[in-house]
Nanobody
Framework: QVQLVESVGGLVQPWGSLRLSCTAS????????MGWYRQAPGNQRELVAG???????NYADSAKGRFTISRDNAKNTVYLQMNSLKPEDTAVYYC?????????WGKGTQVTVSS
């Protein structure tokens, strides 16, 4: 089975920053388009940011100007740098392929933005 493991999130104050990472178990990671997703209680899971194999990126409107997705294919890792965090960014964050594949979902990691 393909496995994606997210780094630990945590509690962050408003206007603070946090960097998440996701490491894949497969060497073919380098050809996959990847994405970061999030789900808040009572809401649908949504795409936050996506990145294709050559590094081209796409962002949800809520993330533009604040979040940056990047990848290191040599490390089979995708990152999400989150700056200027807001309480409405509170959610469980997941990485997956873009578009997502059902067998790639992991446990996710909780990010809470609160003072």
């Amino acid at each position: 089975q393909v496995q994606l493991v997210e780094s630990v999130g945590g509690l962050v104050q408003p206007w603070g920053s946090l960097r998440l990472s996701c490491t894949a178990s497969r060497s073919m990671f380098r050809i996959y388009a990847m994405g970061w997703y999030r789900q808040a209680p009572g809401n649908q899971r949504e795409l936050v940011a996506g990145i294709i194999a050559d590094g081209t990126t796409n962002y949800a409107d809520s993330a533009k100007g604040r979040f940056t997705i990047s990848r290191d294919n040599a490390k089979n890792t995708v990152y999400l740098q989150m700056n200027s965090l807001k309480p409405e960014d509170t959610a469980v964050y997941y990485c997956n392929r873009w578009p997502p594949q059902s067998n790639y979902w992991g446990k996710g990691t909780q990010v809470t933005v609160s003072s």
